[in-house]
């Protein structure tokens, strides 16, 4: 028997609908076909990106089954050899835990999934992932870091099976890049395109952490019938209103991206050209976000958005020679059913009862689904003479009024009403809170030496507590 004392131990962080279950699956079959004596579990995450699910894979390479190997179910401090994360802040969160150590190789995916703890703050909540991955590498014997959605995307394959073919180079794994390529072949799924995304991965060259530095922003050019419009604006102004503009057009019309050009004119005539269009810039920014609000008409649309299938099939691999069944489950309650009348007062929705609301399960990828889908999406041209429509500009306008007059006396004021929009998101009871707030601190007296105060508290609030009540 092998003088061997524990196992190699391999940690998989993967979220929902990246493989990594396959992933584990190919580890297993390795080591079945080799003989040796090996163990996986897993614990599953949860939705809407807060955690993703681990995956623990032993194997000791000397031992056959027959020799009573002793294995457990988690992973533990000292002991992981190799952590595969199919995200970056992934590798942290193995490192919070005290999984990463000397003895650990890190293979930490390059691209980020932003989580909602991250997305739910009003404002700027991204975690440094830089700084995160140096105190990893500081750690850890050594941080391979990887464009792991760019080799899947090059090769037409799912990610796992590139993190599978970087697993094999990295040179900790006790089976060689043969065996492994011939577990992905035997498994029988989607092998072309699998063998492919191994191969890629493979070869793929390690990235410094300086290619983890924050990307421009990449903004959809306007439409062209705004190109003489959008000369007319400001240069600092021009990529983000552009972006705005096609937006609006997707979303109601050309008319309605029209409004927003004449909001913004407004409050571009106020500002300061030597401050940069400061004040202008986060009201194209938070108008543009605000026009566009969510309501179960732009649902529609999105659910049966032309490519919608084909990006699911890519970001799942599922090849086009394969059956895809996509199911959308959609819970609307009273209040969304009422927005969609054209009379009636807007308001804030009540906070709805825990399981309230008309539960539906409806196949988008089916002909009767998707025309239903389709159907309900083609209320846009009634949407301005609909509740929610009317409501919700009312509030635009109010906050536009608010800036402007702040705007001569006060600009650093008018920047923060301009902010106020930061809570002007979400849907439900999250979006009617965040409306309060506004029309809350809109309707105080600006001219009382405890606004600025007060004013300044509450955002600052509301960017660490996005759930916060001002009123």
């Not at 992981?80 to 005290?98: I, K, Q």
């Not at 072309?192 to 983890?212: H, I, P, Q, W, Y």
């Not at 008409?297 to 090849?319: D, F, Y």
């Not at 608010?402 to 001569?408: G, K, Q, S, V």
Request: with cysteine; charged share 20%.
């Amino acid at each position: 028997m092998s003088r061997i004392t524990r196992p190699l131990a391999v940690l998989v962080s993967a979220l929902g609908g990246q493989g990594g279950g396959v992933l584990t699956d190919w580890l297993n079959a390795v080591a079945l076909a080799r003989g040796v004596a090996a163990q996986s579990t897993f614990i599953a995450g949860v939705a809407q990106r807060t955690g993703a699910t681990t995956y623990y894979f032993e194997v000791y390479p000397d031992l056959t089954p027959q020799d009573h190997p002793v294995f457990s179910i988690h992973p533990a401090p000292g002991a992981v050899d190799l952590l595969v994360a199919f995200e970056p802040t992934e590798a942290a969160r193995a490192l919070s835990a005290g999984l990463i150590g000397p003895e650990t190789t890190v293979i930490a995916a390059a691209g980020r999934v932003y989580s909602t703890a991250e997305k739910i703050m009003g404002g700027d909540g991204r975690v440094d992932v830089v700084s995160a991955l140096q105190a990893v590498a500081a750690r850890a014997g050594r941080l391979v870091l990887v464009d792991m959605s760019g080799a899947a995307r090059k090769a037409g394959a799912h990610p796992n099976s590139v993190m599978f073919g970087a697993m094999a180079a990295s040179g900790v794994l006790p089976f060689d890049a043969a065996e492994c390529r011939a577990a992905v072949e035997a498994g029988g799924k989607a092998v072309k395109a699998n063998l492919a995304g191994f191969d890629a991965g493979v070869s793929l060259s390690a990235l410094e952490l300086d290619a983890l530095a924050e990307e421009a922003p990449e903004y959809r050019d306007a439409p062209a019938r705004f190109l003489g419009d959008l000369a007319g604006l400001p240069e600092v102004l021009r990529p983000v209103a552009g972006h705005a503009l096609a937006h609006l057009c997707d979303y109601q019309d050309a008319a309605y991206a029209r409004l927003y050009l004449e909001r913004l004119r407004r409050i571009i005539a106020l500002d300061d050209a030597q401050q940069g269009y400061a004040l202008s810039l986060a009201v194209a920014r938070r108008l543009a976000a605000w026009m566009g609000f969510d309501d179960v008409i732009r649902v529609a649309q999105v659910k049966t958005a032309p490519g919608r299938m084909q990006r699911i099939r890519r970001e799942l691999g599922v090849p086009d020679d394969l059956p895809l069944v996509v199911h959308d489950y959609l819970k609307p309650g009273r209040a969304e059913f009422a927005d969609l009348l054209p009379w009636g007062e807007g308001g804030d929705e009540a906070p709805r009862r825990p399981g309230s609301g008309l539960k539906l399960r409806i196949r988008t990828s089916g002909l009767p689904g998707w025309l239903m889908m389709r159907a309900l999406a083609g209320l846009r041209p009634l949407r301005p003479g609909m509740r929610r429509y009317r409501h919700e500009q009312a509030l635009i306008e109010g906050w536009l009024g608010a800036i402007c007059r702040a705007a001569p006396q006060d600009p650093a004021t008018a920047l923060d009403i301009a902010n106020l929009a930061v809570w002007a998101r979400g849907y439900g009871e999250t979006r009617a809170r965040g409306l309060r707030n506004i029309r809350g601190l809109l309707g105080a007296n600006t001219t009382d030496p405890e606004y600025k105060k007060r004013l300044k508290a509450a955002l600052n609030a509301a960017r660490a507590d996005p759930d916060m009540e001002v009123i």
